[in-house]
């Protein structure tokens, strides 16, 4: 009794139960997606000087947004379109180099503690809960304190601060996918700890780690924000969307345009990373729902 | 007499996988009623569709529900409610996981008692549960005053099972749609639960729709059957009419074909080929290409139910199969 | 004695520290399955089956009791038993890999023994009855049926001598577990493998089995001939199982 390949038969038809949808991101999703390619856009142009120099002072300083400078001049005279296009580029390069860090961390510990558990995982959740039990500025002002102000401040307080949350989640998925059957099979076939978790966990949990990393992307953004603001970041004359901020703050009352340029795109790069993280999440970990009208 | 419930000709799909290709069934009060399936014939969707408890994505594309005369599928939001509320209890496969598992069984069942204006006021200890909570309670079999302070996690499953029971019986509904509720327990506890149930609905003249895929259980314990296949009802009748004598071809294979009913050293022929996965109205009939008495126009005539004896039978050649089986 | 447990008691400590109380799973059991038989193990949740069924995959160590495969305890390393013992396993939803095409997953067990898989892939899901094409497909365009075939096949790639099925058919249709059934029995008078079959469902267990161990409570109650539970066991808890069919 054979079965021909030619007939392809779903696993019934209840609806989308477990089944991986295979349909594209939502519409605003994809905005989201959409906004964040342009900044990306936005920081690629900044390596060329396309708006312009951002440490070049070209014109009287405090202009509004007007010709030759279309978001105003600040304190020195300097353009703020250049400054804010560096702003947005040096804030997602750190993030991002942040984000895959601890994607790279959280992934090694979060799936040898959820697949071994035991000892190992007890030990590396109390050192993640430990870390988490500190408010995300403290401990990014504690990394400041001893490595010194500076992007690799930025970066290591992001990563600090975005590690635990991933590894517990990431550490949940791979609970879950370590008691599936073909886990157990291939133990069973004789697959040694190596493959088992790099053939048969990591891909399966590689969906909540992509969803998860995005979202820790824009918190890395805030957290890079808010350390630059502080002054412990970036350090001027470099410009992040922190430091940009800070020093249009001064000036809030005078030139608000030094404060609105930086503020509007960091809203919006955080709010289009969530998005998209929203979209990828319904994507990788769908939820059944019954509309009960 | 017209019939509590009455399905009739209902189509629905979700998306482009067809789950029901015109559905009929009558279900009278007082009634016990199995309808047996297989995963993909159709009978869950039926059972939501009762209620109308259809996921977001499912489309009905023809055909009526009605309840009591009351049209479910067109009835307004408030309407809706009110039917569910008044006339309809439902029964999960999970137990578990169909109770709220934030409150204690007793506060959910005098949740369901209070929206019905039946809490007796000033009850037994107040932590505990009123007394009408252990009356229901004690209609499931549930003696233990334990159970009502217990959390539904706390429960094994059978007991949370028969709490559910005691919840969708708690307001005396005219019909109880049980959804494979036995599927996840123990034979021994699934003999009590079922006990439970089909008494409990005898006792205060419930109407049951019992889906199920096991067809000699359904028939030992309902007044009828409907047997499902592809969205459609291909047979139904009385219980011990419907297994002791089947006519539709796909019911007599599955009557056949159960392990339990294996002859030591004979081999069991199962029912060859996979129930079909529907994208559209099933041009013949949906069984014919499985069928070992299909003819040329099972492949392109819808049947229509034949009367034989007292069942209707959804197949062309129904008079004669009769005969034959 | 393809596999032996004797005596066999598993027991796990649970609750709090310093007030922990002792579960046994299994108690005092044995069981014995001799070359190319299929012995039957019926028992319902909480009778130990599960347990009983990683013990006797060498998943779980008995805490008094020995077990022993092929004469001998097993080996520290999974590798070492070179494929003579497989497992096809319960939920066809989780057997496979969604990630890895079926063709990959019916080789894993040669590929984690180092050896290449070639013809064996599209020559193993032949045998249980998928066409050699099923193996560029991905775990969700196949049915639970289908998907059981696939696993079947996986336990059959390294021939072994001994293959665990732990509700194999549990949940599949009706009509669908008698195709599975009867391909077991096919394959097994074709390569002689000894099996240990495990299900709730005595229907399903007599169908298949040579003989059949009953349990409960973590305790074997009775084990006789298959035969044995078409008409009349002896136990009243194996005489319960079978009015309930």
Known sequence: ?293 | MSALLEVDGLEVDYGTARALDGADLRVAAGEAVGVVGESGSGKSTLGAAIGRLLPRQAVVAAGTVRVAGEPVLDLPPAALRRLRRQRLGFVFQDPIASLDPTMKVGAQLRLVLRAHGRESPGGRDGGRGGGDVAFHLERVRLDDPRVAAAYPHQLSGGMAQRVAIALAMAASPELLVADEPTASLDSQVREEVLNVVFALARQAGTSIVWLSHDLPAVARRCDRVAVMYAGRVVESGPAADVLGDPVHPYTAALARSAPAVAVPGVRLEPVPGRPPVLTGPSPGCAFAPRCPFAEDRCATERPEPVRVGAKDVLCHRAAELEVIA | MILDLTDVTVSFTTGPPLRRTRLDAMRGVSLSVAEGETLGLVGESGSGKTTTSRVALGLQRPTSGTVRFDGRPFPRRRKDLAGRMQAVLQHPHWSLNPRMRIGQSVAEPLAVLGKAAGELVPEALEQVGLEAGFAERYPHELSGGQRQRVSIARALITRPSFIVFDEAVSALDVSVQVQILNLLKDLQAEYGFAALFISHDLGAVRYVADRIAVMRGGEVVETADAATFYAAPEHPYSRQLLESL
């Not at chain 1, 509004?64 to 703020?80: F, K, Q, Y």
């Not at chain 1, 090694?108 to 995982?121: D, E, H, Q, S, V």
């Open chain 1, 1 to 293: 009794m054979k079965e021909t390949a030619g007939e392809k038969e779903t696993a019934g038809v209840k609806g989308v139960k477990g089944r991986r949808p295979r349909q594209r991101l939502d519409p605003l999703s994809l905005t989201g997606l959409g906004c964040l390619l342009l900044l990306v856009l936005v920081a690629l142009g900044s390596l060329v000087h396309a708006g312009g120099d951002p440490d070049a002072i070209v014109g009287p300083r405090l202009r509004p947004p007007g010709p030759g400078w279309w978001l105003g001049t600040d304190n020195l005279g300097r353009s703020m379109l250049p400054r804010v296009m560096e702003g947005v580029g040096t804030t997602l390069l750190l993030s991002s180099a942040a984000v895959l860090v601890t994607a790279a961390l959280s992934a090694g510990f979060g799936i040898l503690a959820g697949y071994r558990g035991g000892y190992l995982n007890e030990l590396i959740m109390r050192v993640v809960e430990l870390l988490y039990s500190f408010p995300a500025i403290v401990l990014a002002i504690l990394v400041a304190a001893v490595a010194g102000p500076g992007q690799l401040a930025a970066v290591a307080s992001i990563v600090l601060v975005t590690i635990p949350l991933m590894t517990r989640l990431v550490r949940a998925a791979a609970v879950a996918v370590a008691e599936r059957d073909y886990v157990t099979a291939a133990a069973i076939s004789g697959a040694g700890l190596p493959r088992i978790l790099g053939r048969h966990v990591l891909p399966n949990v590689a969906g909540t780690i992509a969803v998860q990393g995005t979202y820790a992307l824009s918190v890395g953004i805030s957290v890079e924000g808010g350390l630059s603001f502080l002054g412990f970041g970036v350090q001027p004359p470099q410009a992040s969307l922190g430091v940009l901020i800070r020093q249009g703050g001064t000036y809030m009352m005078a030139a608000p345009w030094l404060i609105i340029g930086p503020g509007v795109v960091l809203v919006l790069a955080i709010l289009s990373i969530n998005v998209l993280g929203d979209g990828l999440r319904d994507r990788f970990e769908p939820r059944e729902t019954r509309s009960l009208i």
